[in-house]
T-cell receptor, first 110, second 116 residues
Framework: QKEVEQNSGPLSVPEGAIASLNCTYSDRGSQSFFWYRQYSGKSPELIMFIYSNGDKEDGRFTAQLNKASQYVSLLIRDSQPSDSATYLCAGVTGGFKTIFGAGTRLFVKA | DTEVTQTPKHLVMGMTNKKSLKCEQHMGHRAMYWYKQKAKKPPELMFVYSYEKLSINESVPSRFSPECPNSSLLNLHLHALQPEDSALYLC???????????????FGEGSWLTVV
């Protein structure tokens, strides 16, 4: 079983819609979770981190963590074509080991 | 712009060559990482240095040899690589693990490696 799982997509949403990206993890000891955005040919760029149950909002982005269900999500409101990228979910296990999910490709149609 | 700097951005090397990838960060972070990323795949952890000591080696072949000369620098020495080692090599850093947010890793722009 993979430690961090994501639907690879592609997820296609119209401009202005809400994009919902989901991630599950297997290690109950994982405490910190991250969402990165990666454009084609570029390195991953941090969007948000979350380590408490509940929601965390930053601008158009909201991260949600449910430790009981071992579930992390990212909502992107008012999606823009510039949001089209691969979104990587990551969790920290055993201290310094940050493990990435396979990534979800998001396409925002103008 | 990222505060983790990697050089070179592109490297082409033969299978008998010896080369090095270099990484530098000036954020005062005490953990540094090497990840390898193939096309359409997530970053795959290779090595972790914590306080300049190697703390994680993910069973990486010995043709990859990491080195951490000081808290700001991280090198990856390459020797006798194979064509399948061609990938994007990402350096990253993070603070200590004392706080949950301190686990946040920040990536450099990466070094594109092609082995011919």
């Amino acid at each position: 079983q993979k430690e961090v799982e994501q639907n690879s997509g592609p997820l296609s949403v119209p401009e202005g819609a809400i994009a919902s990206l989901n991630c599950t993890y297997s290690d109950r000891g994982s405490q910190s979770f991250f969402w990165y955005r990666q454009y084609s040919g570029k390195s991953p760029e941090l969007i948000m981190f979350i380590y408490s149950n509940g929601d965390k909002e930053d601008g158009r982005f909201t991260a949600q963590l449910n430790k009981a269900s071992q579930y992390v999500s990212l909502l992107i409101r008012d999606s823009q074509p510039s949001d089209s990228a691969t979104y990587l979910c990551a969790g920290v296990t055993g201290g310094f080991k940050t493990i990435f999910g396979a990534g979800t490709r998001l396409f925002v149609k103008a | 712009d990222t505060e983790v700097t990697q050089t070179p951005k592109h490297l082409v090397m033969g299978m008998t060559n010896k080369k090095s990838l270099k990484c530098e960060q000036h954020m005062g972070h005490r953990a540094m990482y090497w990840y390898k990323q193939k096309a359409k795949k997530p970053p795959e952890l290779m090595f972790v240095y914590s306080y300049e000591k190697l703390s994680i080696n993910e069973s990486v072949p010995s043709r990859f040899s990491p080195e951490c000369p000081n808290s700001s620098l991280l090198n990856l020495h390459l020797h006798a690589l194979q064509p399948e080692d061609s990938a994007l090599y990402l350096c990253a850093s993070s603070q200590t693990k004392g706080e949950s947010s301190g686990n946040t890793i920040y990536f450099g722009e990466g070094s594109w490696l092609t082995v011919v």
